[in-house]
């Protein structure tokens, strides 16, 4: 995987002293009093931290430059979730809690305050079917290097691959930490990725089905604050640009090309929901016919998959984890 092999130790380090202070800011920030001061310090930080893991390993491969500024991002994204979240209401949380809330990928810090009865039973499903998802995804990912070797092709194995990484990670992985919370008894802990092939429409696929960790962190940070200003339709499509903007730190950014290629996605995909609603709104719902609805939802998150996933990202991260080259 020569887009993994570590070139600096002493890089990722610092980039975990990177990702430690942001949770360090993002705890004390959600203590302080809330107001406009804590707000823009906690984009400061979401700010500041990435582009340090950024610098930080400008040397390293594309891959490793990918999961530290990835990780990075995710542990600077809970200072802004937790300072909205005391803006509207929320108790801050203690030590021991926010740091149970920076190891989940969600962004909803008030489930951790509460500790409840285990729920077992969800629990052992959630974990035993994460297990199958993680099974699932090795295969794939396994089968990716010989489907390119017979087929000569890397488009093929490209689809099994990233379908295999997204069983193991956003499947399986989150599905067993789901369960393990479950088991701890923060029973409001549940798998962020949601039955995704069911979706009807594009709303229902990114608001609830789909990385629901982005969802609660664009309510949180942009549609709730900027809603009564520009509107729900336009604090949606700011949300969705929000994303765009994520995803060019976490795609474009780590190979430092591709730029300007998923924020056109989400822009996209943006003004597509709000057509949706347009519609819903005289009466022609999309979701109102299921098959219809469903080659509408995934016609437009296939046929532009390029525009998010593009070339220069699937040479330097993807494909060298199944070593097609």
């Known amino acids: 995987m020569t887009g993994y092999g570590v070139q600096n130790f002493g890089a990722l380090i610092a980039c975990a002293a990177c990702g430690a202070g942001a949770i360090a800011a993002g705890f004390l920030l ?16 979401a700010v500041a931290a990435p582009y340090g893991a950024h610098w930080l390993t400008l040397r390293e491969p594309d891959g490793i430059r990918m999961l530290a500024i990835c990780s990075v991002l995710l542990c600077s994204m809970k200072a802004i979730v937790g ?8 108790t801050p949380l203690p030590p021991v809690r926010w740091l149970m809330f920076a190891s989940w990928a969600g962004m909803r810090p008030w489930i951790f305050a509460i500790r409840e009865q285990p729920d077992i039973q ?26 390119w070797r017979m087929t ?26 789901a369960g393990g919370w ?7 802990v549940k798998p962020l990725f949601r039955a995704p092939w069911a979706s009807r429409s594009l709303s229902e696929f990114w608001a609830r089905r789909w990385n629901l960790a982005f969802s609660e962190m664009v309510q949180l940070s942009v549609y709730r604050p900027f809603a009564n200003r520009v509107g729900p339709g336009g604090a949606a499509f700011a949300g969705f640009l929000l994303s765009g903007l994520l995803h060019e730190l976490a795609i474009s950014l780590p190979v430092r090309a591709g730029f300007g290629l998923p924020l056109l996605f989400f822009a996209l995909h943006g003004a597509l929901v709000l057509i949706e609603k347009q519609l819903e ?44 080259r």
Do not use: C, D
Request: aromatic share 14%; no cysteine; glycine share 14%.
């Open 182 to 188: 479950q088991a701890a008894g923060f029973t409001n």
């Open 30 to 45: 959600q203590r302080a009093k809330p107001g406009v001061l804590t707000r823009l310090a906690s984009w400061a930080v």
């Open 122 to 147: 969800a629990a052992k499903g959630y974990i035993s079917r994460g297990l199958i998802f993680i099974g699932a995804g090795f295969a794939l990912v396994v089968g990716s290097y010989p489907l």
């Open 281 to 324: 709104r005289k009466g022609h719902a999309i979701q109102a016919k299921p098959t219809l609805g469903r080659i509408w939802t995934f016609g437009w998150l296939l046929i532009p998959a390029p525009l998010l996933f593009h070339e220069p990202f699937l040479r330097g991260v993807i494909w060298p984890i199944a070593g097609i």
């Open 83 to 90: 300072v909205e979240a005391r803006v509207g209401g929320e």
């Open 152 to 177: 000569g092709e890397k488009w093929p194995p490209t689809f099994t691959l990233m379908f295999g990484l997204s069983f193991i990670l956003h499947f399986g992985l989150f599905s067993l930490l």
